[in-house]
T-cell receptor
Protein backbone atom coordinates (compact mmCIF):
# COMPACT_ATOMS: atom_id res chain seq x y z
CA UNK A 1 0.00 0.00 0.00
CA UNK A 2 1.11 3.53 -0.65
CA UNK A 3 1.86 5.87 2.19
CA UNK A 4 3.01 9.46 2.56
CA UNK A 5 4.41 10.73 5.83
CA UNK A 6 4.81 14.37 6.69
CA UNK A 7 6.31 14.17 10.13
CA UNK A 8 6.14 17.90 10.79
CA UNK A 9 2.62 18.75 11.86
CA UNK A 10 3.30 22.44 12.39
CA UNK A 11 6.21 24.74 11.69
CA UNK A 12 6.48 28.35 12.71
CA UNK A 13 9.14 30.67 11.32
CA UNK A 14 9.85 34.36 11.15
CA UNK A 15 9.66 36.10 7.82
CA UNK A 16 12.78 35.78 5.64
CA UNK A 17 13.82 32.52 7.26
CA UNK A 18 14.31 29.49 5.05
CA UNK A 19 12.10 26.52 5.86
CA UNK A 20 12.10 22.90 4.69
CA UNK A 21 9.03 20.71 4.71
CA UNK A 22 9.76 17.00 4.83
CA UNK A 23 7.98 14.28 2.91
CA UNK A 24 8.73 10.57 3.02
CA UNK A 25 6.82 8.13 0.88
CA UNK A 26 6.33 4.38 0.54
CA UNK A 27 5.36 2.57 -2.62
CA UNK A 28 6.03 -0.72 -4.32
CA UNK A 29 5.66 0.84 -7.74
CA UNK A 30 8.74 1.54 -9.80
CA UNK A 31 6.98 4.32 -11.65
CA UNK A 32 5.11 6.89 -9.65
CA UNK A 33 4.49 10.60 -9.32
CA UNK A 34 5.04 12.91 -6.40
CA UNK A 35 3.18 16.14 -5.85
CA UNK A 36 3.11 19.12 -3.55
CA UNK A 37 -0.03 21.15 -2.96
CA UNK A 38 -0.60 24.31 -0.97
CA UNK A 39 -3.82 24.93 0.93
CA UNK A 40 -4.05 28.56 2.07
CA UNK A 41 -6.55 29.63 4.72
CA UNK A 42 -9.14 30.20 2.00
CA UNK A 43 -9.26 26.43 1.56
CA UNK A 44 -8.50 25.71 -2.08
CA UNK A 45 -5.81 23.25 -3.08
CA UNK A 46 -3.14 24.85 -5.22
CA UNK A 47 -0.91 22.63 -7.35
CA UNK A 48 2.80 23.40 -6.87
CA UNK A 49 4.78 20.65 -8.54
CA UNK A 50 4.71 17.15 -9.96
CA UNK A 51 7.77 14.92 -10.36
CA UNK A 52 7.96 11.45 -11.79
CA UNK A 53 10.06 8.73 -10.23
CA UNK A 54 12.59 8.71 -13.06
CA UNK A 55 13.47 12.35 -12.72
CA UNK A 56 15.62 12.92 -9.67
CA UNK A 57 16.79 16.35 -10.67
CA UNK A 58 16.14 18.96 -8.08
CA UNK A 59 13.88 21.76 -9.17
CA UNK A 60 13.81 25.43 -8.33
CA UNK A 61 10.97 27.80 -9.01
CA UNK A 62 11.55 31.25 -7.60
CA UNK A 63 11.77 30.92 -3.82
CA UNK A 64 10.59 27.30 -3.96
CA UNK A 65 12.85 24.31 -4.42
CA UNK A 66 12.34 20.59 -4.23
CA UNK A 67 14.80 17.87 -3.37
CA UNK A 68 13.87 14.40 -4.59
CA UNK A 69 15.99 11.54 -3.25
CA UNK A 70 14.89 8.10 -4.31
CA UNK A 71 17.46 6.42 -2.08
CA UNK A 72 15.73 7.78 1.01
CA UNK A 73 12.21 7.92 -0.51
CA UNK A 74 12.00 11.59 0.25
CA UNK A 75 10.67 14.59 -1.62
CA UNK A 76 11.38 17.63 0.49
CA UNK A 77 10.21 21.17 -0.19
CA UNK A 78 12.18 24.28 0.74
CA UNK A 79 10.91 27.83 0.81
CA UNK A 80 13.70 30.38 0.77
CA UNK A 81 13.23 33.76 2.39
CA UNK A 82 9.74 32.90 3.58
CA UNK A 83 6.96 35.46 3.45
CA UNK A 84 3.74 35.85 5.40
CA UNK A 85 1.79 34.86 2.27
CA UNK A 86 3.47 31.46 2.43
CA UNK A 87 1.43 30.64 5.52
CA UNK A 88 -0.67 27.64 4.58
CA UNK A 89 -0.99 23.90 4.94
CA UNK A 90 1.29 22.06 2.55
CA UNK A 91 0.50 18.58 1.36
CA UNK A 92 2.78 16.05 -0.22
CA UNK A 93 1.04 13.41 -2.33
CA UNK A 94 1.87 10.26 -4.25
CA UNK A 95 0.19 8.58 -7.15
CA UNK A 96 1.00 5.36 -8.89
CA UNK A 97 1.89 5.16 -12.53
CA UNK A 98 -1.17 3.70 -14.00
CA UNK A 99 -3.09 0.56 -14.30
CA UNK A 100 -6.60 1.51 -13.46
CA UNK A 101 -5.90 3.49 -10.36
CA UNK A 102 -4.66 7.04 -10.53
CA UNK A 103 -5.64 8.27 -7.12
CA UNK A 104 -3.51 10.56 -5.03
CA UNK A 105 -2.46 9.45 -1.59
CA UNK A 106 -1.92 12.52 0.55
CA UNK A 107 0.15 13.06 3.64
CA UNK A 108 -1.49 14.64 6.68
CA UNK A 109 -0.07 18.03 5.79
CA UNK A 110 2.27 20.51 7.46
CA UNK A 111 0.88 23.78 8.75
CA UNK A 112 3.39 26.50 8.05
CA UNK A 113 3.00 29.80 9.85
CA UNK A 114 5.24 32.65 8.79
CA UNK A 115 5.25 35.45 11.32
CA UNK A 116 6.14 39.02 10.41
CA UNK B 1 -8.16 30.00 -10.71
CA UNK B 2 -7.78 26.30 -11.51
CA UNK B 3 -10.64 26.23 -13.99
CA UNK B 4 -12.50 23.58 -11.98
CA UNK B 5 -15.80 24.89 -10.67
CA UNK B 6 -17.60 23.47 -7.69
CA UNK B 7 -21.02 24.45 -6.43
CA UNK B 8 -22.20 25.24 -3.90
CA UNK B 9 -19.27 26.61 -1.89
CA UNK B 10 -21.00 26.03 1.41
CA UNK B 11 -23.83 23.74 2.41
CA UNK B 12 -25.47 23.30 5.79
CA UNK B 13 -27.96 20.51 6.19
CA UNK B 14 -29.47 18.28 8.83
CA UNK B 15 -28.69 14.68 9.65
CA UNK B 16 -30.58 12.20 7.53
CA UNK B 17 -30.83 14.53 4.56
CA UNK B 18 -29.49 14.13 1.04
CA UNK B 19 -27.36 16.64 -0.85
CA UNK B 20 -25.82 16.90 -4.29
CA UNK B 21 -22.45 18.50 -4.95
CA UNK B 22 -21.65 19.61 -8.45
CA UNK B 23 -18.35 19.84 -10.30
CA UNK B 24 -17.52 21.25 -13.71
CA UNK B 25 -14.07 20.16 -14.87
CA UNK B 26 -11.61 22.30 -16.76
CA UNK B 27 -12.38 22.63 -20.44
CA UNK B 28 -11.04 19.58 -22.25
CA UNK B 29 -10.52 17.46 -19.15
CA UNK B 30 -12.16 14.06 -19.31
CA UNK B 31 -11.36 12.78 -15.83
CA UNK B 32 -13.04 13.93 -12.66
CA UNK B 33 -11.94 12.92 -9.18
CA UNK B 34 -13.70 13.43 -5.87
CA UNK B 35 -11.86 13.80 -2.59
CA UNK B 36 -13.02 14.29 0.96
CA UNK B 37 -11.03 16.31 3.48
CA UNK B 38 -11.97 15.79 7.10
CA UNK B 39 -10.13 16.59 10.30
CA UNK B 40 -9.70 12.98 11.35
CA UNK B 41 -9.13 11.29 7.97
CA UNK B 42 -7.29 14.01 6.11
CA UNK B 43 -7.58 14.09 2.32
CA UNK B 44 -9.02 10.87 0.95
CA UNK B 45 -9.79 9.79 -2.57
CA UNK B 46 -13.41 8.86 -3.10
CA UNK B 47 -13.96 8.09 -6.75
CA UNK B 48 -12.81 8.82 -10.31
CA UNK B 49 -14.77 9.07 -13.53
CA UNK B 50 -13.30 9.13 -16.99
CA UNK B 51 -15.46 10.21 -19.90
CA UNK B 52 -18.62 9.13 -18.18
CA UNK B 53 -17.38 5.81 -16.85
CA UNK B 54 -16.39 5.00 -13.29
CA UNK B 55 -12.68 4.29 -13.35
CA UNK B 56 -11.45 3.96 -9.80
CA UNK B 57 -13.01 3.76 -6.39
CA UNK B 58 -11.53 4.69 -3.06
CA UNK B 59 -12.96 4.97 0.42
CA UNK B 60 -16.43 5.94 -0.69
CA UNK B 61 -19.31 5.02 1.58
CA UNK B 62 -22.29 3.15 0.20
CA UNK B 63 -24.44 6.15 1.13
CA UNK B 64 -22.44 8.18 -1.36
CA UNK B 65 -22.67 7.92 -5.12
CA UNK B 66 -21.38 9.86 -8.07
CA UNK B 67 -21.86 10.14 -11.77
CA UNK B 68 -20.39 11.97 -14.72
CA UNK B 69 -22.73 13.30 -17.36
CA UNK B 70 -22.27 13.53 -21.14
CA UNK B 71 -21.22 17.16 -20.82
CA UNK B 72 -18.52 15.87 -18.41
CA UNK B 73 -19.76 17.63 -15.33
CA UNK B 74 -20.00 15.40 -12.29
CA UNK B 75 -22.24 15.18 -9.28
CA UNK B 76 -21.54 13.62 -5.91
CA UNK B 77 -24.65 12.54 -4.05
CA UNK B 78 -24.49 12.12 -0.30
CA UNK B 79 -27.49 10.58 1.43
CA UNK B 80 -28.60 9.71 4.95
CA UNK B 81 -26.13 12.28 6.14
CA UNK B 82 -24.41 11.91 9.48
CA UNK B 83 -22.51 14.42 11.57
CA UNK B 84 -19.29 12.71 10.56
CA UNK B 85 -19.89 13.52 6.91
CA UNK B 86 -19.12 17.14 7.63
CA UNK B 87 -16.04 17.85 5.54
CA UNK B 88 -14.59 19.74 2.63
CA UNK B 89 -15.33 17.93 -0.62
CA UNK B 90 -12.99 18.58 -3.50
CA UNK B 91 -13.34 17.85 -7.14
CA UNK B 92 -10.29 17.62 -9.38
CA UNK B 93 -9.94 17.12 -13.09
CA UNK B 94 -7.27 16.02 -15.53
CA UNK B 95 -7.01 15.55 -19.25
CA UNK B 96 -6.49 11.84 -19.49
CA UNK B 97 -7.17 8.75 -17.49
CA UNK B 98 -4.33 9.55 -15.16
CA UNK B 99 -2.97 12.36 -13.13
CA UNK B 100 -0.78 14.33 -15.51
CA UNK B 101 -1.64 17.27 -13.36
CA UNK B 102 -4.69 17.31 -11.16
CA UNK B 103 -6.33 20.68 -10.80
CA UNK B 104 -8.60 21.03 -7.83
CA UNK B 105 -11.71 23.13 -7.43
CA UNK B 106 -12.21 25.36 -4.44
CA UNK B 107 -14.20 22.73 -2.62
CA UNK B 108 -17.65 22.49 -1.12
CA UNK B 109 -17.75 22.79 2.64
CA UNK B 110 -20.52 20.55 3.95
CA UNK B 111 -21.73 20.98 7.49
CA UNK B 112 -24.18 18.45 8.85
CA UNK B 113 -26.02 19.62 11.96
Amino acid sequence: AQKVTQAQTEISVVEKEDVTLDCVYETRDTTYYLFWYKQPPSGELVFLIRRNSFDEQNEISGRYSWNFQKSTSSFNFTITASQVVDSAVYFCALSDSGGSNYKLTFGKGTLLTVNP
Amino acid sequence: DSGVTQTPKHLITATGQRVTLRCSPRSGDLSVYWYQQSLDQGLQFLIQYYNGEERAKGNILERFSAQQFPDLHSELNLSSLELGDSALYFCASSVGRGLSEAFFGQGTRLTVV
